[in-house]
């Protein structure tokens, strides 16, 4: 994700500071963040990418920053983006502006894999994305792109649970 706190509710989405898709270096990392994530070889399944859609989408990518929120819109309109890849386009309803985008990935981890390897798993996706985080313009956003899933949280929270456990019977 990016755009979005890495602490955001369900509910409520927490906006990171900075985000400005309408310029034209962030629509470029935001379409390299797809290429990032396909050459990985973390993830076996990448959902569309929007960044992708999008720039085949127009004549000239990226759009110029003076029409890239007319453009923008017009092309989630036309697509029907939003409601066939639900949540990937993340917009404030408030005001209308998009604030994250979100990339689904299936990852190579298999379902039964432990917590340890899973845990080594979301360390290699950090890795993968604090090098794209560390090139990265700043209307990115101030969180950069981050990985999250439900496999994630457990294994961390079991490795620390277990480690915790295991240092407190050494004592």
């Known amino acids: 994700a990016v755009g979005v706190r890495s602490a955001e509710s369900e509910t409520e989405p927490v906006w990171a500071d900075g985000f400005d898709l309408s310029d034209p270096a962030a629509q470029v990392a935001l379409l390299e963040l797809c290429d990032v994530v396909a050459a990985s070889g973390l993830a076996i399944h990448e959902s569309e990418c929007v960044m992708r859609t999008f720039a085949r989408s127009q004549d000239t990518f990226p759009v110029p920053a003076s029409r890239f929120d007319a453009a ?3 092309f989630l309109e036309e697509t029907n983006y939003r409601a066939v890849h639900k949540g990937q386009v993340l917009v404030d309803e408030a005001c209308g502006t998009v604030k994250g985008i979100k990339l689904r990935v299936m990852s190579t981890l ?4 432990g917590s340890r390897s ?3 798993h979301r360390r290699d996706w950090e890795e993968a994305l ?3 985080n560390s090139a990265a313009p700043a209307t990115v956003g101030s969180e950069g792109a981050y990985a999250s899933g439900d496999k994630f949280v457990w294994a961390a ?7 915790s456990t295991v240092f407190s019977i050494w004592l």
């Open 130 to 132: 604090r090098e794209w």
């Open 157 to 163: 929270t079991e490795v620390l649970v277990v480690e």
């Open 110 to 113: 298999e379902l039964n894999e």
């Open 118 to 120: 899973t845990d080594e």
């Open 72 to 74: 923008f819109a017009e």
